[in-house]
């Protein structure tokens, strides 16, 4: 008699975990319905939205695909144009040259450009045009766009063709960040520098100047040799050393090198 109990008691506790078992099926398909809906409204609401998003960044990649092909095609084109250019520099064809240097020089402040109106401030020079060469030079070094190399080498060009009409304190203050050991033009630039001290009696700065120079191996050695001679005028030393000084001396005199040996005797 006592199993009775137990039995319904066994088969009420089955009833219920069926139940429970039931019930958390229905909430499983209540909540993958409810998110089924939730992916639903999003995709009515803001389908469009993202399938624009998805085509303006396909095209977006493919303009900038097609801008740099043709940026690429257009340097090589430009380059190929600069290259025919020197070539008719080198053929002595000034006007054509000029003409061609002209148009690649309107483009801004790219290499091709800048190149382009440094060769045209040369065919000016060439042709006694001076205030033409000093203008494409003076231009060149006020573009805060062009590199640095070119906006130095402009402005060094530049001073050196006003040199005698510029105020010797104008020539320092433009220069003198480039007359420095180490820079790239420290033996054109200092060269002005300590020549504009001397326009300003300044020998105790133009010698030391004209001396560094002198000693800087990296400095073209045609420079270094007139800078040596101007330290030494001044009373600074400058040699460095001694049997290339003399060397150098014999040669400028027309002489035999110091390296050359004497022919033996017959």
């Not at 104008?170 to 060269?191: C, H, Q, Y």
Request: a negative charge; aromatic letters at 6%; glycine letters at 10%.
């Amino acid at each position: 008699m006592a199993l009775e109990p137990n039995s319904e008691q066994t088969r009420a506790n089955q009833l219920a975990e069926r139940q429970a078992r039931e019930q958390e099926v229905l909430l499983r398909e209540v909540d993958d319905a409810v998110r089924q809906d939730q992916i639903g409204g999003v995709a009515k609401r803001y389908g469009w939205a993202i399938a624009g998003a998805l085509v303006l960044g396909l095209a977006g990649f493919g303009g900038y695909l097609f801008w740099k092909d043709r940026s690429e095609g257009q340097l090589e084109e430009r380059s190929e144009q600069l290259i025919t250019a020197f070539d008719q520099l080198e053929a002595g064809q000034l006007q054509q040259a000029d003409q061609a240097l002209a148009k690649l020089a309107e483009e801004g402040s790219s290499a091709t450009a800048l190149s382009a109106k440094m060769a045209r401030a040369g065919i000016a020079l060439n042709q006694n045009r001076r205030e033409d060469a000093i203008e494409l030079y003076e231009g060149i070094s006020a573009d805060g766009d062009a590199p640095k190399p070119y906006r130095d080498l402009a402005t060094i060009r530049a001073v050196a063709l006003q040199f005698e009409q510029l105020d010797p304190q104008k020539v320092i203050d433009r220069l003198k960040p480039l007359a420095t050991p180490g820079n790239p033009w420290f033996g054109s630039a200092g060269e002005l520098v300590g020549m504009a001290y001397l326009k300003q009696g300044k020998n105790d700065l133009a010698g030391p100047l004209f001396a560094s120079i002198a000693k800087d191996e990296e400095v073209p050695q045609t420079l270094r040799s007139r800078t040596r001679q101007l330290a030494g005028m001044l009373g600074y030393d400058a040699v460095v050393d001694v049997d290339e000084t003399l060397g150098e001396l014999r040669e400028q005199e027309g002489g035999a090198p110091a390296a050359q040996a004497a022919p033996a005797a017959q």
